[in-house]
């Protein structure tokens, strides 16, 4: 598509953030070497640069972080829930001091636009931690009993695609809740983790109170394994969570899982199709479609069909693919070589099964990891791409004609995590939230997120929930 | 009074709203705690347990689907037939347990209590488990709880009235569907139980209840994909494990075994166990 006026590169400046060139375990309050003596390159997949290296953390490593935790848990759980709500309201208060700096580094270490982690990541990792810092102080008003406890050492593996983000929907609640955390971060996002340690000593944090062990799968598996630990909350595939819910069973550690979705975004005839079109791309292109609830399968009525897509097709043509950084850019780099394979892998079973490939005219640059916006129309129910998920910018439109028949087609996956409803019916609005079996129901909205509102899902996306009320049960021994 | 030949009854399977034989045509003896013989119960087979979940989910839209009022004066008249039938249940519960008369009556007397306490949680769990989010935007946003489908549930092995009541009313009164194993060496109260159900406007395959091996039924039921949750109360520790392994393959929620005093009150943790939360957002504006 022409335009009328391009727009001139605007870049965030990367100078705000300072790259120490490798980095340690944050173990009891200080940064140490690992055991093994092995460290890990982490990338910009905008351009394949090496950021840093970080440690690969080992058994030892994980073993010794445990009992940091451990020793740490009888003082902050001692301590009255007044004074671990400062230590969290000072966390959140130096989050949104440094939040520009840790929009930049969360966006070269994730690839994800400037936009996003400035506008969403960041401002959500601040009000998580004031949010949870509020109930430190009230537990007993929370509806677990007049004196809830905690739960001891929480182990907590987090994802790739909101790094910070996933760790504030950990560390919040656990900390105000009284536990203390090991927490393994990404693979591929290791950074903003270890900037948070580093906002931890700025608040004074006791030591031995929030653990980060770097390292890929094999340092999340012997964290989970530990017999140290009292609490497992993993977010990241339903493959990994199943193994996960395997090897906690029989012990007496506590478990929630948030894992992969299929959402469906349902759009009826008398839907207002402009803001249909808006929160179809907001639900799948959104942080690149590496989003467990992305609306990943368009169900549109038959009746709207040509002219809902005519509209996408358009608003699809004028996003701007590229520079993470470029503060208008919409759609960043895919996170990993790996991801990017996967995705790739799916995009062209969808062809070879016979759905129909469509993607606007956008150059990608020439390093990094990239895939254009893309969807697929003539998708049936048994196409891959309706099926798995796909954590990628690739949305499978499938049609419907009755409410029953579209209820039918969302629910039919083994996930239920979201999913997103657009109809300016009230009574139909609600008749279909209530039979989609999701925890999260988008009606005329999609891809809001907030502290207080319980997120998790149904099925095999998992189980227990974060944010809200609902996010302390997680962590209390109740 | 003259020596008349009792009437002795055929004790079996509720699945589905109708009491059919195992399908695999076997029996095991039940006796009562001295050992005399009281019954041939039905020994299910997988097979059984695999029908009892398809009638289980058969009746799981109807049932979530009931307003919570229905829902609770359907398990309300639940105990109003427990009640009418207590001399019944009393006697065998003394035969299962070896318990006198009184304490058996004391059973069974805080079973149907129990009932009555959880019939009235239909229409108000949500107003303890739900909550109006206040979201720092213009959204109106809702969390409800909601059944999380077909429960597997191992009754517990020793309490078998009070015990069986106590983990069934808790799972169906929020709209969950059940098929429960009863405990092994006493499953009558639990067969008797289905007697019942059947006759207290509770829509069949609400509650489906088979008697047999305790490990040969959990298995399937464990691993069976259209399983939504399990209570695994009456599973011993190891056979635990092995059940919670299994379960992890589709993700059931699982409620792991731990000593009970049947007899205290109960709290909600068995009501919320097997809810699921639902988020409703919308934008609000003119």
């Known amino acids: ?478 | 009074m003259s020596d008349r030949l009792s009437v002795l009854k055929t004790y079996k399977l509720y699945v589905g709203g109708k009491f059919p034989r195992s399908e695999s045509g076997r029996v095991y003896e039940v006796t009562d705690a001295k050992g005399n013989w009281l019954a041939n119960a039905p020994l299910s087979s997988r097979k059984d347990a695999r029908d009892a979940v398809v009638a289980a989910r058969k009746a799981f839209g109807g049932w979530s689907g009931a307003t919570a009022y229905n829902r609770g004066q359907i398990l309300y008249r639940t105990a109003e037939m427990l009640e009418g039938r207590r001399d019944q249940f009393a006697a065998e519960v003394a035969d299962a347990e070896g318990l006198s008369k009184a304490k058996a009556a004391a059973q069974v007397d805080a079973a149907i209590d129990r009932w009555v306490w959880y019939a009235g949680w239909s229409d108000k769990v949500a107003q303890i488990a739900g909550s109006a989010n206040p979201v720092a935007g213009p959204y109106f946003n809702l969390s409800a709880p909601e059944p999380t489908g077909v429960v597997a549930v191992l009754a517990p092995q020793e309490s078998s009235f009070l015990g069986l009541v106590s983990v069934i009313a808790p799972a169906i009164v929020t709209g969950n569907t059940a098929v429960v194993v009863a405990s092994e060496q006493a499953p009558l109260p639990a067969l008797s139980l289905a007697e019942v159900l059947a006759t207290s406007d509770l829509p069949g395959g609400v509650v489906n209840l088979l008697s047999g091996r305790t490990a040969e039924l959990a298995a399937p039921l464990a691993a069976h994909q259209d399983v939504n949750a399990v209570d695994l109360t009456g599973a011993g520790a190891e056979l635990a494990v092995e059940l919670e392994t299994a379960a992890a393959d589709n993700l059931k929620r699982v409620l792991r075994p731990r000593a009970v005093d049947w007899t205290a009150d109960p709290g909600t943790e068995r009501l919320l166990a097997f809810l699921e939360t639902k988020t409703v957002w919308h934008p609000m504006g003119v």
């Open chain 1, 1 to 478: 598509m022409s335009s009328a006026f391009d727009y001139a590169p605007a870049p965030e400046s990367r100078a705000v953030v300072d790259l120490a060139p490798a980095y340690g375990l944050f173990i009891d309050g200080e940064f140490t070497e690992g055991t093994g003596g092995d460290l890990r390159k982490t990338v910009s997949p905008a351009t394949e640069e090496v950021l840093a290296e970080y440690t690969q953390g080992t058994a030892d490593d994980v073993d010794r972080a445990v009992k940091a935790a451990r020793t740490a848990f009888g003082k902050w759980s001692a301590l009255p829930g007044a004074e671990r709500a400062k230590y969290l309201f000072r966390i959140a208060r130096i989050i949104q001091e440094r939040s520009r700096e840790l929009a930049v580094l969360e966006t070269l270490d994730n690839g994800k636009p400037i936009r996003e982690s400035r506008d969403a990541d960041l401002p959500l990792v601040a009000a998580h931690f004031f949010y949870y810092a509020g109930w430190a102080d009230k537990l007993g008003h929370a509806g677990f009993g007049p004196d809830p406890r905690p739960l001891g050492v929480a182990g907590q593996v987090i994802p790739w695609n909101f790094p910070l983000l996933m760790l504030a929907w950990k560390v919040a609640p656990a900390l105000a809740c009284g536990n203390t955390v090991v927490l393994k971060p990404a693979e591929t996002t290791p950074l903003s983790a270890l900037f948070f340690a580093d906002i931890c000593r700025q608040a004074g944090l006791p030591k031995g109170v929030v653990n980060i062990v770097t390292g890929d799968g094999s340092t999340g598996a012997a964290l989970v394994a530990h017999p140290g630990i009292d609490k497992v909350a993993f977010t990241g595939s339903t493959e990994v969570g199943k193994a996960i819910a395997r090897t906690v069973a029989g012990t007496d550690k506590k478990l929630t899982l948030e894992l992969g979705g299929k959402a469906a975004n349902i759009v009826f005839d008398d839907a207002p199709l402009d803001q249909a079109v808006e929160g179809i791309v907001n639900g799948i292109f959104f942080n690149q479609g590496h989003v467990c609830c992305a609306g990943s399968r368009l169900l549109v009525q038959e009746s709207v069909q040509d002219e809902l897509l005519d509209a996408l097709k358009r608003r699809m043509a004028t996003l701007r693919v590229g520079d993470p950084l470029d503060k208008n850019t919409d759609i960043g780099a895919i996170n990993s070589a790996e991801q990017l394979a996967r995705i790739t892998e799916l995009a062209d079973a969808g062809e070879a099964e016979g759905a129909e490939r469509w993607s606007p005219a956008c150059e990608l640059p020439g390093s990094g990891y990239w895939f254009a916006p893309t969807l697929f129309t003539g998708v049936t129910q048994a196409h891959r791409i309706a099926r798995e998920e796909v954590f990628g910018p690739v949305l499978s439109v499938l049609t419907f004609r009755t409410p029953e028949e579209a209820v039918a087609k969302a629910n039919n996956t083994p996930y239920g995590l979201s999913a997103g409803i657009w109809t300016e019916k009230g009574s139909r609005m609600l008749w279909m939230a209530s039979k989609l079996r999701a925890g999260v129901i988008w009606s005329n909205t999609f891809n809001k997120f907030d502290p207080a509102s319980p997120f998790g899902g149904y099925k095999e996306s998992g189980f227990g929930r974060e944010g809200g009320r609902h996010g302390l049960e997680a962590y209390l021994d109740v």
